[in-house]
């Protein structure tokens, strides 16, 4: 199961945090922190993979992934392979390129609604559900369509209704 996916910048400012399993606000600071001065501390020549088990308890390991100024780091448990989580990585940060073409942190900070959408799209309640780039831009392009159809539609039944009340 996965238990987190964080985005965080390279001064260690968290971008996007993403719990599956309940973590109290001071522990998921803690967390947050001792990953970045893990990852601050580590060598460039050496594996994106991390035992976590001080973190997470037994059997948790941490996979990050650097895209330009952008730690993409993902925890999980020992039932999740590790190259398939690095396969997720890269469909997710394929998915946020083609919503927002050529993505940035930017990107991130003032959309990050969307990227919750895309996030829940490909991993729901830490399990896998989708890893077809294409099927969760489809899906994000839908529930974006209806939200503003629902705004539309909010707006002309509150005029309607000042209409109404003439």
């Not at 952008?70 to 039932?79: A, G, K, N």
């Not at 996030?119 to 399990?127: A, K, P, S, T, V």
Request: aromatic share 10%; hydrophobic share 40%; with cysteine.
């Amino acid at each position: 199961m996965i238990r987190a996916v964080i985005i965080m910048n390279d001064e260690g400012k968290p971008r996007l945090v993403k719990f599956y399993d309940h973590q109290p606000m001071e522990k998921q600071q803690e967390i947050i922190r001792s990953i970045y001065g893990v990852l601050c501390s580590r060598a460039e020549n050496v594996s994106n993979f991390v035992q976590a088990d001080s973190t997470f308890g037994k059997d948790t390991r941490l996979v990050y992934k650097t895209f330009a100024t952008l730690y993409f780091i993902v925890i999980f448990d020992d039932s999740e392979n590790e190259l398939a989580i690095l396969d997720l990585m890269q469909v997710f940060v394929e998915t946020l390129d083609k919503c927002f073409s050529n993505v940035c942190e930017l990107d991130i900070v003032f959309n990050f609604n969307k990227v919750h959408t895309i996030l829940d799209e490909i991993i729901l309640g830490g399990q896998v559900v989708e890893m077809n780039s294409s099927e969760i831009v489809k899906a994000v392009n839908d529930i974006s369509g209806l939200e503003k159809n629902q705004n539309s539609i909010l707006r002309v039944s509150k005029s309607i209704s000042g209409w109404q009340g003439r």
